[in-house]
C-alpha cells in the first residue's frame, strides 16, 4: 500500500509564491511518474504538471507554464510543486497522484491520490 501527503498550501496574495510538496510512503518506487492536478470549486479535477520517473521529461498545463515547475527527489520519495506570480484563479485543492503510466489524463486506474491541499490566491 502506498500513501501520498501533500504539504506547503496556503492563502497568498497574487503574484506571490509557495511550494508544495507530496511525499510517498509505503511501497515506493522512483519508476513511477508523479503529477499534480487541482479542483477548484464546482469544477472538474484539473491537470497541472507531471514528471516521469527520472524527472528528466515534465509536461504542464497551458493555464500554468512559465510559472510552475514541477521536480523531484527520489532520495526522499518527494516531488514538488514551485508555483511563482499565483494567480487568482488558481485558488484550488492541490492533489499529488502517482501514475502508473505517464500521462496527462484526468484517472487512470493505476493512479495513487493524497488528499489534498488547499491553495488560496487573493486578489
Known amino acids: 500500500q502506498v500513501e501520498l501527503v501533500e504539504s506547503g498550501g496556503g492563502l497568498v496574495q497574487a503574484g506571490g509564491s509557495l511550494r508544495l510538496s507530496c511525499t510517498v510512503s509505503?511501497?515506493?518506487?522512483?519508476?513511477?511518474?508523479m503529477g499534480w492536478f487541482r479542483q477548484a470549486p464546482g469544477k472538474e479535477r484539473q491537470f497541472v504538471a507531471i514528471?516521469?520517473?527520472?524527472?528528466?521529461?515534465?509536461d504542464y498545463a497551458d493555464s500554468v507554464k512559465g510559472r510552475f515547475t514541477i521536480s523531484r527527489v527520489n532520495a526522499k520519495n518527494t516531488v514538488y510543486l514551485q508555483m511563482n506570480n499565483l494567480k487568482p484563479e488558481d485558488t484550488a485543492v492541490y492533489y499529488c497522484v502517482r501514475r502508473g503510466a505517464y500521462s496527462t489524463s484526468s484517472r487512470l486506474p493505476s493512479d495513487s491520490w493524497g488528499r489534498g491541499t488547499q491553495v488560496t490566491v487573493s486578489s
Open positions: 514528471i516521469n520517473g527520472a524527472g528528466s521529461t515534465v
Open positions: 509505503g511501497r515506493t518506487s522512483s519508476s513511477y511518474p
